[in-house]
């Protein structure tokens, strides 16, 4: 995975996990550098869209990627998440903020970039409208 930060090995091993949907989310911070990209979390394939929101920290940013299912549907889409709480620092928000793009752009299959600062701003709804009628 090349992106203009480093990615830890755990990191790169989750990215494809999601990517190839052998987990449904994997969620992603920067180290205390704020260069590199560390594995908070990945989850198991059986995870929910509730499991992946109660997995966000309330009060720190992060990165996520999500391999969501489309409803009534054979397809699937990748979803980038970067999530900014408003209860986080402004010089954390800032760092991560700085650095989104740079987030798993060479990612296959990525369709919808979705920001938030609360929980509402990440929900399954906001989601389904970003990729469309088909969504």
Same mark, same amino acid.
């Given at each position: 995975?090349?992106?203009?930060?480093?990615?830890?090995?755990?990191?790169?091993?989750?990215?494809?996990?999601?990517?190839?949907?052998?987990?449904?989310?994997?969620?992603?911070?920067?180290?205390?550098?704020?260069? @590199?990209?560390?594995?908070?979390?990945?989850?198991?394939?059986?995870?929910?869209?509730?499991?992946?929101?109660?997995?966000?920290?309330?009060?720190?940013?992060?990165?996520?990627?999500?391999?969501?299912?489309?409803?009534?549907?054979?397809?699937?889409?990748?979803?980038?998440?970067?999530?900014?709480?408003?209860?986080?620092?402004?010089?954390?928000?800032?760092?991560? @903020?700085?650095?989104? @793009?740079?987030?798993?752009?060479?990612?296959?299959?990525?369709?919808?970039?979705?920001?938030?600062?609360?929980?509402?701003?990440?929900?399954?709804?906001?989601?389904?409208?970003?990729?469309?009628?088909?969504?």
């Amino acid at each position: 995975m090349s992106t203009g930060m480093n990615v830890s090995d755990a990191a790169n091993t989750a990215l494809i996990a999601v990517e190839k949907g052998q987990s449904s989310y994997a969620v992603f911070l920067l180290d205390e550098g704020q260069n @590199d990209l560390a594995l908070d979390v990945v989850s198991e394939r059986s995870a929910t869209y509730a499991d992946f929101l109660a997995a966000l920290p309330s009060a720190e940013p992060r990165f996520a990627l999500y391999h969501y299912q489309l409803p009534e549907s054979a397809r699937s889409a990748l979803v980038r998440f970067v999530w900014l709480p408003l209860e986080a620092g402004v010089v954390d928000r800032a760092n991560y @903020d700085l650095v989104k @793009d740079d987030f798993a752009p060479a990612l296959s299959g990525t369709v919808v970039t979705v920001q938030g600062v609360n929980l509402e701003e990440m929900s399954e709804d906001v989601v389904r409208q970003k990729l469309g009628p088909t969504g």
